[in-house]
Each structure stands twice: as structure tokens, then as C-alpha cells.
């Protein structure tokens, strides 16, 4: 059984920077990691990916300012989030697996002045 574990988010001004971490048990080198959101009253969106072979994909609201990376030997996943707004708050979520995978706990992330 996969288990995501979150850690990191908080409040922060806009402007400011964030990591957020996701641990995971099981398997974990060989298989892609993302990154997921979900703003109050808005459907859930993605946010960025990372695949085994270190390729990256964001999507374009976070292109530019989001950082995602993996350290297989923590089987570990980061989201690098700089130059935060607003509209950045929402609650962030790791996955493994596609929308029908496995769900980390979630970490609210605020960004307010």
C-alpha cells in the first residue's frame, strides 16, 4: 500500500517563496510524481509533474516559478514554489498515479498579504 505524506506550506506575502515535500512509501523511482491544487469553490488542477527520467512538465499559470524535483534515495518529491500569488492559495496535493492514483493529505498554502 502507497502512502504520501506531506509536509511544508503556510502562510507567506505575495512575493515570497515556499517548499512544500511529499514522501512516499513503495515504489517510487521508477514511477512519475505530481503535484496538484485545489482552490476554495474550484475543481481540483494540476499543477507539475516529474517522471522518472527527471523530465518536467508545469502548467503554464506556474511555468517560470514553480520548481519540481524528486530525490529517489529519500523517495521524496518537492515543489520549489517562488514568487507566490494569490491566486497560488489553494490546497496542494501529491500524487502518484493520475487523478484515479494515490492522494497525499493535502497542505494548505496561503498567500496574503
Known amino acids: 500500500q502507497v502512502q504520501l505524506v506531506q509536509s511544508g506550506g503556510g502562510s507567506v506575502q505575495p512575493g515570497g517563496s515556499l517548499t512544500l515535500s511529499c514522501a512516499a512509501s513503495?515504489?517510487?523511482?521508477?514511477?512519475?510524481m505530481a503535484w496538484y491544487r485545489q482552490a476554495p469553490g474550484k475543481q481540483r488542477e494540476y499543477v507539475a509533474e516529474i517522471g522518472s527520467g527527471r523530465w518536467t512538465n508545469y502548467a503554464d499559470s506556474v511555468k517560470g516559478r514553480f520548481t519540481i524535483s524528486r530525490d529517489n534515495a529519500k523517495n521524496t518529491v518537492y515543489l520549489q514554489m517562488n514568487s507566490l500569488m494569490p491566486e497560488d492559495t489553494a490546497v496542494y496535493y501529491c500524487n502518484r498515479g493520475g487523478r484515479s492514483g494515490t492522494w497525499g493529505q493535502g497542505t494548505q498554502v496561503t498567500v496574503s498579504s
Open positions: 513503495g515504489r517510487f523511482s521508477d514511477l512519475a
